[in-house]
């Protein structure tokens, strides 16, 4: 099993950015057998989106609503995975999760201000 830890949420005013991280650990095989690490986000009333996706090869896609805004990027040394949002809009306000296969963090609250 991996374990997944986020971090770098915030407030922050619309136009505003937000650099998320997400570091995994757990035993060596189940860290090297990771082939692609995703975010999403929940917002109350709606159900979890697929926000950016990033492969081992380094291969990434985004849902429409961020592209060009977010950024997701991986760090193989430190087994982190980052997401670097900019222009942030209020309809960006959710708790940003990350993911790898069945595994899930406890989560990122980012609240975006009008």
């Known amino acids: 099993q991996v374990q997944l830890v986020e971090s770098g949420g915030g407030v922050v005013q619309a136009g505003g950015s937000l650099s998320l991280s997400c570091v995994a650990s757990?035993?060596?095989?189940?860290?090297?057998?990771?082939?692609?690490m995703r975010w999403y986000r929940q917002t109350p009333g709606k159900q979890r989106e697929l926000v950016a996706s990033?492969?081992?090869?380094?291969?990434?896609d985004y849902a429409d609503s961020v592209k060009g805004r977010f950024t997701i990027s991986a760090d193989n040394a430190k087994n982190t995975v980052s997401l670097q949002t900019e222009s942030l809009k209020p309809e960006d306000t959710g708790v940003y999760y990350c993911?790898?296969?069945?595994?899930w963090g406890q989560g990122t609250q980012v609240t975006v201000s009008s």
């Open positions: 993911n790898e296969n069945k595994n």
């Open positions: 990033i492969t081992t090869r380094g291969d990434t």
């Open positions: 757990g035993s060596i095989i189940n860290i090297i057998s990771i082939k692609v």
